[in-house]
C-alpha cells in the first residue's frame, strides 16, 4: 500500500498538471470505487468544478475543487496518472475525469487505475466528512516530541499497530513504521505507556527522518503497483530477513505484529 512518501511524489507529480483545470465529466467504471455521493450526483456535481488546489492528508489525495473536495485513497493498488482523452479505457480504470485543455495542453483525462478494487473515492462539500477522525500529519510543526509523548503515555497498546492506526497519526504504513521504529532503538512490541520521554523523542526524530528520505527518493517501489521510487533500496530492516543489520550486523528477524509482518533487529531493538 503507498504509505505517505510514495503519495506525496504522485501529489507533487500531479500538482503542476491539475492546478487551474477544470473537470469536464466524470465517468465511474467500478461502482464500489465510489463511497459518496451516488454516480449520478458524482457526475452532476462535479462537472465545471475547477481545481484549485492538490494536496495530500495522511495517504488521501485531495483535489480542493471550486465548491467540494475529491479525495482518493489508493490502498492497496491503486494509482492517478494523466492520459490523452482520446485513449481509451483499460482493464483497471475505475474512475475517469476529463479534463479542461490546459495552455499547451489538450483535454486530457485524470484516471484512476486500480486493479485490486480496494481504492475508494469521495466527492463531499466538507473535507473534515472524510478526514475528521485523521490524527496529526507527521511533517507538520504541530506534532512535537511533546505531542508524541502524552499521546503514547495517554494509551497502552503496542507501538507498532498504535503507529499504524491512523487516527493517532497520519502517514504511516508497514515500511515506515519498521524503519522508523528501528532507528530509534525500540521494539515493535514495547507497551506504548513504557516509552521514556527521550525514547520518544528519538522516536519522533525517527519518524520525520524515514518520511524525509522516503520523499526524497520518491517513495519505495516494491510491488508492480508502485513505480519510480528508490527507497527499496536503503531499507535498514524492512524486507529484509536473514539478513545483517547495518548497524550492529545481527541477523534480521521477521515476526508478526498486530497481524503485520514486522522486520526488526534484536540487538539494537531489545524488548525490555
Same mark, same amino acid.
Given at each position: 500500500?503507498?504509505?505517505?512518501? *510514495?503519495?506525496?511524489?504522485? %501529489? ?34 462535479? !462537472? #465545471? ?53 490546459? /495552455?499547451?495542453?489538450? !483535454? ?21 466528512? %472524510?478526514? #475528521?477522525?485523521? /490524527?496529526? *500529519? ?31 497519526? !497520519? ?42 528520505? #522516503? ?26 530477513? /536473514? ?13 508478526? %505484529? ?8 534484536? %540487538? ?5
Amino acid at each position: 500500500m503507498p504509505e505517505l512518501p *510514495e503519495v506525496e511524489t504522485i %501529489v507533487r507529480a500531479l500538482r503542476p498538471k491539475l492546478i487551474g483545470r477544470t473537470i469536464l465529466a466524470a465517468d465511474l467504471l467500478w461502482p464500489r470505487t465510489l463511497v459518496t455521493p451516488s454516480a449520478s450526483q458524482l457526475q452532476e456535481a462535479i !462537472a #465545471g468544478q475547477d481545481i484549485l488546489a492538490v494536496a495530500r492528508r495522511g495517504k488521501l489525495i485531495h483535489l480542493r475543487l471550486s465548491t467540494f473536495n475529491l479525495f482518493v485513497h489508493l490502498r492497496m493498488s491503486g494509482d492517478l496518472y494523466i492520459k490523452e482523452a482520446d485513449a481509451l479505457p483499460e482493464k483497471h480504470d475505475r474512475l475517469i475525469l476529463t479534463l479542461s485543455p490546459n /495552455g499547451q495542453a489538450k !483535454a486530457q483525462k485524470l484516471v484512476f487505475d486500480d486493479a485490486r478494487k480496494f481504492g475508494r473515492a469521495w466527492l463531499v462539500r466538507e473535507p473534515q466528512e %472524510v478526514t #475528521g477522525k485523521l /490524527g496529526p *500529519e507527521p511533517l507538520e510543526d504541530g506534532f512535537t516530541p511533546q505531542s508524541l509523548y502524552a499521546g503514547l503515555q495517554a494509551r497502552r497498546r503496542q507501538l507498532k499497530p498504535l503507529l499504524l492506526d491512523q487516527s493517532f497519526l !497520519a502517514g504511516l504504513g508497514n515500511i515506515y513504521t519498521d524503519e522508523a521504529l528501528h532507528r530509534a532503538r525500540l521494539h515493535p512490541q514495547a507497551m506504548s505507556n513504557s516509552i521514556k520521554r527521550e525514547q520518544a523523542e528519538a522516536l519522533w526524530e525517527a519518524i520525520r527522518a524515514v518520511l524525509q528520505e #522516503g520523499i526524497r527518493r520518491n517513495g519505495a517501489s516494491i510491488d508492480w503497483v508502485y513505480r519510480g521510487g528508490q527507497f527499496q533500496n536503503h531499507f535498514r530492516v524492512y524486507g529484509r530477513e /536473514g539478513q545483517t543489520c547495518p548497524v550492529c550486523g545481527t541477523t534480521i528477524q521477521r515476526t508478526v %505484529v498486530g497481524q503485520r509482518g514486522t522486520h526488526f533487529c534484536p %540487538v539494537c531493538q531489545p524488548r525490555e
